[in-house]
């Protein structure tokens, strides 16, 4: 593909030609990601106007808030933070006869691994999320906004900070935004870079300045009791950026981007065994598993095969790139899908037994020791755990203790076992989806790759010869 492509003038006003010094694939579609890596751009609003930026919110205003919501019902865009929620119901969750203030909150925490999207758009193109945003808060009748950000983007924090001044300056923000009536504020929130800020209550408890363990839902669901006990909607960076591109094209249109309830596009973020890693911008479901790794990423490094692929985060179940599924169609009958053909979408990833997450993709070739992979995630968890619920303080950390003997050889079949167990007596334990987060990948890696496992254990030996805290705990069995 040439280093320039040619963007429609329905979509795209100016220029007409846009080159890249990161060449885009065929097989991609840049909407979202339509400025980064761009030659000759940079995130001030001067650049981001003479583009076109804030059309979109002029045409916004002059709409009924209830008709924007519409619009990005029909879309049918799905929240790209992880869940895959329709994002229009979920603004309709606001209690209709509420007479409290109404909040939104841009989730900027990206603190899945293997996620590197949404930095790029608060790098290079803040003002396309602060757009967004205002709409989205129009919609909402949200009056006070916050980015939350994670603390290892203190770049991203300057960045937005300016880009939320120039937009005032220009009054696309603060009172009476370009003379609708309508008043507006955002502000920037740094977090300590969390990974359970990622979920949405304990988000919330953070922001509110309090140590943050997630809320029990229900009651506590954001929509009705969120900030301050106010409706509130959160939302991710790159969600809230599809919301002008609705406005833009119109729900119906946006909606032909992609396939049936996968609507739209998305970033996918490849790491890991491949040659060319990097993000990548597809139609959603319109690209599958074997183009994505092969015809984008350029395969596995030479001398080497995929073995299997983390498909959306690393709290999404591994997949195995031999296996093929058994799915149900909608009269019933069943197909069979092999992995290099999944369609890369919300549901044919959960008809698959994983998800799409938050479009992490992590390769990993045939020189990975599953045992190293599963220590690495454990490690992560057992270190993330905010400690609230019992099962997933306790049980993350001993999944870690025993993955930890399992990398150095001291582990015993046993081990395996009970390295299961664990895991799901996590999995629907807990308040929030961490314990999830936590077991899933133990559950999958140990489910396709026991024999593998068991290969690194040995034989039942005394517990104090592999285990000293086993060998503590057994004096009190034998005295």
């Known amino acids: 593909m040439p280093l320039a492509i040619r963007a429609e003038t329905s979509i795209f006003p100016a220029p007409l030609m846009i080159s890249y010094t990161k060449q885009p694939h065929e097989l991609e579609h840049r909407l979202i990601f339509k400025n980064v890596d761009r030659v000759g751009w940079d995130p001030s609003i001067e650049t981001y106007i003479a583009d076109g ?3 979109d919110l002029k045409k916004a205003i002059a709409m009924a808030p209830k008709d924007i919501t519409a ?3 029909k879309s049918g865009l799905r929240g790209r933070g992880g869940a895959g929620f329709p994002t229009g119901m979920k603004w ?6 509420n007479t409290k203030p109404v909040y939104l909150i841009c989730n900027g925490d990206e603190s899945e691994p ?4 949404d930095r790029y758009i608060l790098h290079q ?3 396309q999320l602060i757009e967004g945003m205002v709409i989205s808060c129009f919609a909402t009748g949200a009056h006070k906004a916050y980015i939350y950000l994670r603390e290892e983007f203190p ?9 939320i001044e120039e937009a005032r300056e220009k009054n696309f923000l603060g009172d009476n935004v370009l003379g609708s009536g309508f008043d507006l504020e955002i502000y920037v929130h740094r977090g300590a870079g969390a990974y359970i800020c990622g979920e949405e209550t304990g988000l919330i408890e953070s922001l509110e300045g309090k140590r943050p363990y997630p809320r029990i839902k229900p009651p506590y669901f954001p929509a009705a009791l969120g900030l301050y006990m106010c409706p509130t909607i959160v939302n991710n960076v790159e969600s809230l950026c599809h919301v002008k591109h609705i406005v833009r094209m119109g729900g119906e249109e946006y909606a032909k981007l992609g396939v049936t309830r996968n609507t739209g596009t998305r970033i996918l973020c490849v790491s890991g065994d491949v040659k060319n890693p990097g993000y990548f911008e597809v139609e959603v479901g319109k690209v ?5 790794l092969y015809d984008m990423c350029g395969g596995p490094k030479d001398g080497r095969e995929i073995k299997a692929v983390i498909p959306g985060g690393s709290s999404s179940k591994i997949l195995k790139s031999d296996e093929v599924f058994k ?3 909608p009269d019933g009958t069943e197909r069979e899908l092999a992995f290099w053909d999944i369609p890369l979408d919300f549901d044919s990833l959960a008809a698959c037994g994983s998800m799409a997450g938050s479009g992490g993709v992590i390769v990993l070739d045939d020189t990975r020791r599953m045992s190293w992979v599963l220590n690495n995630l454990n490690a992560f968890y057992a270190h993330e755990s905010c400690g609230q619920c019992t099962p997933c303080r306790e049980g993350s950390t001993w999944m870690k203790k025993i993955s930890d003997r399992l990398v150095e050889g001291k582990a015993t079949p046993k081990d395996i076992e009970t390295l299961e167990s664990v895991a799901y007596q996590i999995d629907g334990r807990t308040i929030c989806a961490f314990g999830e987060a936590s077991s899933w990948p133990v559950e999958a890696i140990i489910a396709k790759f026991r024999d593998e496992l068991l290969s690194e254990t040995t034989e039942e030996v005394a517990p104090g010869e592999t285990n000293p805290e086993s060998a503590e705990q057994h004096k009190f069995l034998v005295s």
Do not use: C, S, W
Not at 114 to 117: A, D, L, R, Y
């Open 114 to 117: 293997g996620t590197f999207k």
């Open 92 to 97: 309709t969750f606001i209690p209709p006869n």
């Open 155 to 163: 770049e991203a924090a300057l960045l937005v900070e300016k880009a």
């Open 53 to 55: 930026g804030y059309e």
């Open 327 to 329: 799915l149900k169609n």
């Open 288 to 292: 599958t598993m074997r183009q994505l």
């Open 71 to 73: 619009e990005v019902k």
């Open 125 to 127: 193109d803040p003002h």
